[in-house]
């Protein structure tokens, strides 16, 4: 099982990045995902998960009508469109997959993990 993060980087106020994150090693199609951050000294904490049909979407209240998170199961990924980023947003940011197919925030019941993507919002 392996998720790869990818897309981060250095963004001013206000500005835009995309994170994609690509799965392998097992069924995608069943399987929740979810997009959660840790800033430092913080505990990570969710921001969006989908459920594997993408029928079900949820969203943190902090990033609530700023990110939008998107699957595509025929290529095994999994993205989180993030808009009018805020310095506030920097952290380090994981994808993360669980096997059951509802979508949660909770970190707890997510099993697999990506790397990590640092996204950095500066002036």
């Known amino acids: 099982v392996q998720l790869q993060a990818s897309g981060g980087g250095l963004v001013q106020p206000g500005g835009s990045l995309r994170l994609s994150c690509a799965a392998s090693?097992?069924?995608?199609?069943?399987?929740?995902v979810g997009w959660f951050r840790q800033a430092p000294g913080k505990e990570r904490e969710g921001l969006s998960c989908?459920?594997?049909?993408?029928?079900?979407?949820d969203y943190d209240d902090s990033v609530r009508g700023r990110f939008t998170i998107s699957r595509d199961n025929a290529k095994e990924s999994v993205y989180l469109q993030m808009n009018s980023l805020k310095p506030d947003d920097t952290a380090v940011y994981y994808c993360?997959?669980?096997?059951?197919?509802?979508?949660?925030?909770?970190?707890?019941?997510?099993?697999?993990w990506g790397q990590g993507t640092q996204v950095t919002v500066s002036s």
């Open positions: 993360a997959a669980r096997t059951y197919a509802s979508c949660s925030l909770n970190r707890e019941w997510y099993q697999y």
């Open positions: 090693g097992f069924n995608f199609d069943y399987y929740a």
């Open positions: 989908l459920s594997n049909s993408g029928g079900a979407i």
